[in-house]
C-alpha cells in the first residue's frame, strides 16, 4: 500500500508556496509560540536568521515583497519578548504562515492552531488579518507544569511573576465559504465541522418512572414534563474545552447535573421561574448541546499528556538523545523529574498527543481528505491523520525531528496497513449468505 502522506524538509513559507491553490481539507499544527521556548531555536533564533537572510534577497524574489525584504519582516518573531515591538515582529510571523496556508486550503476550510496563553492573541490576530474567520477558542486544560516564576525574597517573599501553567489555547478559524455552507460543503466538502464524529459518549441511560417519562441519566436525577432536550444516541455535543483527565483537573468539576433544572421561558410558574435565571428564546434548542449533561468532567473530551509509548512508537532503533531544555547549553536542564531516564529516541519537547490531534482532524477534515501540518515537529499531526485514514503534508526544518517525524508516521501508516490486511482475511473467509 502507497503511504498516503508527503513529508517535507525545509522552510514551510517556501513549501506552501510550491502548493496549488485551493487544495487542502485542513490545517492542524502546533506552531512555535513565539516565546522561545525552552530555549530551542526553532521558536526564536532559526525564526529570525531566516528572517535575515530573506531580507537580504532581491525584490523580485517570490519570498520578498514589491520593496524587497522578506514579507513579514519576523527578524524578532520568536524570542521572548513581550514588548509591543516583539510581539508585532510575531504577528507578523503569524501572519505571513496563516497567508499561506489560507492559499492552500479550499474554501470553507477549516485552520486549528496551538498557541501559548501569553501571546495567542497575536497570532489570532496574524491569522485573522490572513484572511480566516475565527470560529472559535478550544482551550486544551492540563494539571501538569510548573510556574516559570521569578520568586522574589526578604520582605517581598511570597511574591513571583507567574501563574501554574495549566491550559494552552487552540485558534480554530476557516476560510470564507463559497455561497452557503450546504453549497460549500456540497462542491468542495469543506465548510462544517463533523459533530458526530467527536461526541462524547455518555453513561447509559436509564428510563426514568417520574413525571414526563423522559430519560435519565442518574438513578436520583428528577425529571418532569419541563425537560425541552433528549441526549442524543451518539453523546455528547462536542465542546470548546478538551481536559486531561489529571485528579487536579477532574477535581475542579462538580458530580452532580450540569444542569439542574430544566430551562424554560419567561413565563414564570407557581413557583417561580426554573432554575436560577430565565430564558427567553430558547425553547427550540439543539438536542444535546445543554441539558443531560453531567457537571462532571465526563463530558468534556479527555486527553492526557503524551504517554511514553506514544511518543517512542516507531522510533526504536533510533538513537536515545536527551530530553532537555536546550541541547546546546552548558547545563541543559531537563524538563522530566529527577530519577527519571531522560533520555528519549523522540526528544522533541513539544510532542502533543496523538489522540488529542486525531480528535482535531476528524473535527475539521472531511472524509478521504487531506491535512496540512506546517510546522510538524515529531509528527503527531501525520500519525493522527494516518490513523483517521486522512492523507497528510508535512513541513519541518530540522533534520532530526524529520527523521523522527517520518519513522513514527512509517510505524502508523504499517500498523494501520496490517489491521486492514488482517480485516479483509477475515471478510474474504467468511462463506457467501445462502
Same mark, same amino acid.
Given at each position: 500500500?502507497?503511504?498516503?502522506?508527503?513529508?517535507?524538509?525545509?522552510?514551510?513559507?517556501?513549501?506552501?508556496?510550491?502548493?496549488?491553490?485551493?487544495?487542502?481539507?485542513?490545517?492542524?499544527?502546533?506552531?512555535?509560540?513565539?516565546?522561545?521556548? *525552552?530555549?530551542?531555536?526553532?521558536?526564536?533564533?532559526?525564526?529570525?536568521?531566516?528572517?535575515?537572510?530573506?531580507?537580504?534577497?532581491?525584490?523580485?524574489?517570490?519570498?520578498?515583497?514589491?520593496?524587497? &525584504?522578506?514579507?513579514?519582516?519576523?527578524?524578532?518573531?520568536?524570542?521572548?519578548?513581550?514588548?509591543?515591538?516583539?510581539?508585532? #515582529?510575531?504577528?507578523?510571523?503569524?501572519?505571513?504562515?496563516?497567508?499561506?496556508?489560507?492559499?492552500?486550503?479550499?474554501?470553507?476550510?477549516?485552520?486549528?492552531?496551538?498557541?501559548?496563553?501569553? !501571546?495567542?492573541?497575536? +497570532?489570532?490576530?496574524?491569522?485573522?488579518?490572513?484572511?480566516?474567520?475565527?470560529?472559535?477558542?478550544? *482551550?486544551?486544560?492540563?494539571?501538569?507544569?510548573?510556574?516559570?516564576?521569578? %520568586?522574589?525574597?526578604?520582605?517581598?517573599? &511570597?511574591?513571583? !511573576?507567574?501563574?501554574?501553567?495549566?491550559?494552552?489555547?487552540?485558534? +480554530?478559524?476557516?476560510?470564507?465559504? !463559497?455561497?452557503?455552507?450546504?453549497?460549500?460543503?456540497?462542491?468542495?466538502?469543506?465548510?462544517?465541522?463533523?459533530?458526530?464524529?467527536?461526541?462524547?459518549?455518555?453513561?447509559?441511560?436509564?428510563?426514568?418512572?417520574?413525571?414526563?417519562?423522559?430519560?435519565?441519566?442518574?438513578?436520583?436525577?428528577?425529571?418532569?414534563?419541563? /425537560?425541552? !432536550?433528549?441526549?442524543?444516541?451518539?453523546?455528547?455535543?462536542?465542546?470548546?474545552?478538551?481536559?486531561?483527565?489529571?485528579?487536579?483537573?477532574?477535581?475542579?468539576?462538580?458530580?452532580?447535573?450540569?444542569?439542574?433544572?430544566?430551562?424554560?421561558?419567561?413565563?414564570?410558574?407557581?413557583?417561580?421561574?426554573?432554575?436560577?435565571?430565565?430564558?427567553?428564546?430558547?425553547?427550540?434548542?439543539?438536542?444535546?448541546?445543554?441539558? %443531560?449533561?453531567?457537571?462532571?468532567?465526563?463530558?468534556?473530551?479527555?486527553?492526557?499528556?503524551?504517554?511514553?509509548?506514544?511518543?517512542?512508537?516507531?522510533?526504536?532503533? +533510533?538513537?536515545?538523545?536527551?530530553?532537555?531544555?536546550?541541547?546546546?547549553? #552548558?547545563?541543559?536542564?531537563?524538563?522530566?523529574?529527577?530519577?527519571?531516564?531522560?533520555?528519549?529516541?523522540?526528544?522533541?519537547?513539544?510532542?502533543?498527543?496523538?489522540?488529542?490531534?486525531?480528535?482535531?482532524?476528524?473535527?475539521?477534515?472531511?472524509?478521504?481528505?487531506?491535512?496540512?501540518?506546517?510546522?510538524?515537529?515529531?509528527?503527531?499531526?501525520?500519525?493522527? #491523520? /494516518?490513523?483517521?485514514?486522512?492523507?497528510?503534508?508535512?513541513?519541518?526544518?530540522?533534520?532530526?525531528?524529520?527523521? /523522527?517525524?517520518?519513522?513514527? /508516521?512509517?510505524?502508523?501508516?504499517?500498523?494501520?496497513?496490517?489491521?486492514?490486511?488482517?480485516?479483509?482475511?477475515? %471478510?474474504?473467509?467468511?462463506?457467501?449468505?445462502?
Amino acid at each position: 500500500m502507497t503511504p498516503d502522506y508527503t513529508l517535507h524538509l525545509g522552510d514551510c513559507l517556501e513549501v506552501m508556496r510550491s502548493m496549488p491553490d485551493n487544495s487542502i481539507d485542513s490545517v492542524v499544527t502546533d506552531p512555535p509560540y513565539g516565546i522561545r521556548f *525552552m530555549g530551542k531555536a526553532w521558536d526564536g533564533k532559526d525564526i529570525e536568521d531566516r528572517a535575515a537572510q530573506r531580507a537580504r534577497k532581491p525584490s523580485r524574489d517570490s519570498a520578498c515583497g514589491a520593496t524587497g &525584504g522578506h514579507r513579514s519582516v519576523a527578524a524578532e518573531a520568536g524570542k521572548y519578548d513581550l514588548t509591543p515591538s516583539g510581539m508585532r #515582529a510575531f504577528q507578523e510571523f503569524s501572519f505571513a504562515w496563516a497567508a499561506e496556508a489560507f492559499r492552500v486550503l479550499k474554501p470553507g476550510g477549516h485552520l486549528v492552531s496551538f498557541a501559548s496563553p501569553r !501571546t495567542y492573541h497575536h +497570532m489570532a490576530v496574524g491569522i485573522e488579518m490572513a484572511g480566516f474567520e475565527i470560529r472559535d477558542q478550544i *482551550m486544551w486544560v492540563f494539571g501538569s507544569g510548573f510556574p516559570k516564576s521569578h %520568586n522574589l525574597k526578604g520582605e517581598h517573599e &511570597g511574591w513571583g !511573576t507567574a501563574l501554574k501553567p495549566a491550559h494552552e489555547p487552540i485558534c +480554530m478559524a476557516r476560510k470564507p465559504m !463559497t455561497g452557503s455552507v450546504a453549497q460549500n460543503v456540497a462542491q468542495y466538502g469543506t465548510g462544517a465541522i463533523h459533530i458526530d464524529a467527536c461526541r462524547i459518549a455518555g453513561e447509559e441511560m436509564r428510563p426514568n418512572t417520574g413525571a414526563g417519562g423522559l430519560p435519565r441519566r442518574q438513578a436520583d436525577e428528577q425529571r418532569g414534563p419541563g /425537560i425541552l !432536550t433528549q441526549p442524543h444516541a451518539g453523546g455528547r455535543w462536542p465542546a470548546n474545552l478538551i481536559h486531561d483527565g489529571s485528579r487536579e483537573v477532574v477535581a475542579l468539576f462538580t458530580a452532580e447535573a450540569g444542569a439542574a433544572a430544566p430551562v424554560k421561558g419567561t413565563e414564570p410558574t407557581a413557583n417561580g421561574f426554573s432554575g436560577a435565571v430565565a430564558y427567553s428564546g430558547m425553547l427550540q434548542r439543539v438536542a444535546g448541546v445543554f441539558h %443531560n449533561d453531567t457537571g462532571s468532567a465526563a463530558r468534556f473530551f479527555y486527553c492526557a499528556k503524551t504517554s511514553r509509548k506514544d511518543r517512542n512508537e516507531g522510533c526504536e532503533h +533510533m538513537e536515545r538523545k536527551p530530553l532537555n531544555w536546550s541541547s546546546g547549553d #552548558a547545563n541543559p536542564g531537563s524538563f522530566q523529574s529527577e530519577g527519571t531516564d531522560k533520555t528519549s529516541p523522540n526528544n522533541h519537547p513539544t510532542v502533543k498527543p496523538t489522540d488529542l490531534m486525531a480528535y482535531l482532524i476528524r473535527l475539521v477534515t472531511p472524509p478521504g481528505g487531506t491535512a496540512l501540518d506546517p510546522f510538524m515537529g515529531s509528527g503527531s499531526t501525520g500519525k493522527a #491523520a /494516518i490513523r483517521e485514514g486522512f492523507r497528510f503534508i508535512g513541513c519541518e526544518l530540522s533534520p532530526e525531528y524529520l527523521a /523522527i517525524a517520518e519513522a513514527r /508516521i512509517a510505524h502508523e501508516q504499517s500498523r494501520v496497513t496490517a489491521e486492514s490486511s488482517q480485516l479483509d482475511i477475515f %471478510n474474504d473467509s467468511k462463506e457467501p449468505a445462502a
